[in-house]
């Protein structure tokens, strides 16, 4: 541009500007205007970006050198100017000056504007002080300062994050009553506060009152209504908002589609979900990674595992290749239903499609093979895990060490708890349980009774699997005749 002859005017340098600044490219926007100046093409309207471009970098100082240039060429400061370096005060956490900064503007001008309110709300809601933005709201008010919407929006929406409800739908009336028309951004904080809150009748009568005051909903507004009836579990609500949606021309996201799709498999309706999942490729909404991941691990666990491997083949043909969370889902449906041949081909291929097993993946398989009592083959893949680096968690050891406890084996279920603390890892209810039971049933008394003398050294708190053992190693031990060991230890 600067190499035409003539040059753009300051007006087109200006939509090159701005463009590069809402790119968050503050240095480059910075050089621009240096080079410009270099070529004697300066004006208010540059310094101003100039301005900016330095409160956003955080470079206060060199923002005010900046106004001391602006003043030096005689360019009035003006409200955006001010509202810049108010705005810039905010960023570095100086609420205090930016306070001042305004009441220097009300005393001495230039007069704050509908946008110098806006910068003052969003810089005290952003720094977590919505009280102060709203005594500050009310004391304008009461000036009858210009406030618009978007001044209102930005204290609403922070106290709808805030969970204070009430309060924003009491400010909600407040800017009706001065005469300020609401838009869907102000709804859209309302009906999300509202259904943060639990409030979903609320907050539906909200949508039908928006739609009948003109204001048309977009698609944050359904999302958000979609989203909290899906986790209420009121699936069937959710598909008839989502139809409604589509009516009034708007379609739903990949977001959208995939909350009702997890809504619809809690509920068990893994029918209606494949349905959606077609409707939604029908559409052009391209599913993503977590579409596929509810579907795949919904029907795995209801042993519909054709119908998941059919889901993953359609993944592959969209052109989304399956995760470690596809897998996992797989092979963890697979083991459930006690098919662990197909389970080990499920591990094998997605090592061959480069996708590496994690601790989540071991730990389904090896309590697999250990319901299967095939401890055998857990050990191998411990032993496997071992070696690709992984390390086990208690959830591994106490699989390992209830599946050597279940075929007798209590030396190696020992060894593996030894192993266990010699990681640091806490011999958890789930572990332990396990393990005395494979004492009491081989009339291991005494090994018992040392184990629970270790516990209460340990402070360990037993649940009430342990208290049911406790109460079983008592009555062996009277049955045994060591009526002095059980007395000692009658307090469990």
Known sequence: MIKTNPLPSPRDFSLLLGAIVRMKHYSTAIRLIEQLRSLGIEDNHFLTISLNCFCRLRRF???????????????????????????????????????RFLDDMVRNGPEPNENTYAII?????????????????RDWEERS??????????????????????????LHEGMRRKGVKRDVVTCNSL??????EGLMGDALALLEEMIGGGVQPDIFTYSSLVHYLCNLGQWKEATILLEKMMKAGIEPDVVTYTSVIQGVCNSGQLKEARRLLNHMVESRVMPNVQTFTILVDAHCKEGMLVEAEAIVEQMIQLGEMPDIFIYNALING?????????????????????????????????????KAKRVVKSTMLFREMLRRGLIPDVITYGTLVNGFCQVGNLQAAEELINEMQSRNLSLNHYTLSSFLDGLCK????????????????????????????????????MDCAKEDAWRKHISW
């Open 442 to 477: 081989t009339q291991q008394i005494d090994k018992a009774m040392m184990l629970f003398q270790k516990m209460e050294g340990s402070k360990f708190v037993p649940n009430i699997g342990c208290n049911l053992m406790c109460g079983r190693i008592i009555l062996l031990c």
């Open 61 to 99: 100082d060199l923002g005010l050198s900046i106004l001391g240039r602006i003043l030096k060429l005689g360019f009035p400061i003006n409200a955006v100017t001010s509202g810049t370096l108010i705005d810039g005060l905010f960023i570095q956490g100086k609420t205090d000056q930016a306070l």
């Open 191 to 196: 009906i999300h506060g509202l259904c943060n």
């Open 334 to 370: 697979y083991c459930l239903q006690n098919r662990m041949n197909d389970a080990m081909e499920f591990l094998n291929l997605m090592i061959e499609r480069g996708c590496s097993p994690d601790v989540v993946c071991y730990n389904t398989l090896i309590n697999g093979y250990c």
């Open 145 to 170: 300062c210009r406030l618009n919407a978007f001044t209102y929006n930005i204290v609403i929406d922070s106290l709808c994050k805030e969970g204070l409800i009430t309060e924003a739908l009491r």
């Open 121 to 137: 709300a969003k810089g005290l809601c952003r720094a977590g002080n919505t009280r102060l933005a709203i005594e500050l709201l």
